[in-house]
Nanobody, 124 residues
Framework: QVHFVESGGNLVQPGGSLRLSCAAS????????IGWFRQVPGKEREGVACIGSIAHNSYYAKSARERFTISLDNARNTVYLQMNSLKPEDTAIYYC?????????????????WGQGTQVTVSS
């Protein structure tokens, strides 16, 4: 079974930081673009950041720019999302997935191998 296992979500105060991890299970991340997405109830899944598995070129949605950093450890087959200066509007379930389309790709439809997600709550 091929999918991701996300972890690292938690309750954090506004202005705080979290590091999310996403480990690939049953497949390798070579030759993919890996994306981080988030979703709140009643809204579409929103692309946050994506990274190419070969050159590690990274791309960010406007909401994540200058606060979030995506990185990839090919040896560990794991992608990370460092989130700083968190805001209440960052509250969501965060997911990762892969696509073979050329980056940047911030819409969910081309992505596969979704994990179960990890909950991030930003609240005082």
């Amino acid at each position: 079974q091929v999918h991701f296992v996300e972890s690292g979500g938690n309750l954090v105060q506004p202005g705080g930081s979290l590091r999310l991890s996403c480990a690939a299970s049953g497949f390798t991340l070579d030759n993919y673009v890996i994306g981080w997405f988030r979703q709140v109830p009643g809204k579409e899944r929103e692309g946050v950041a994506c990274i190419g598995s070969i050159a590690h070129n990274s791309y960010y949605a406007k909401s994540a720019r200058e606060r979030f950093t995506i990185s990839l450890d090919n040896a560990r087959n794991t992608v990370y999302l460092q989130m700083n200066s968190l805001k209440p509007e960052d509250t969501a379930i965060y997911y990762c997935a892969v696509t073979t389309q050329a980056p940047p790709v911030f819409h969910a439809a081309p992505y596969t191998n979704w994990g179960q997600g990890t909950q991030v709550t930003v609240s005082s």
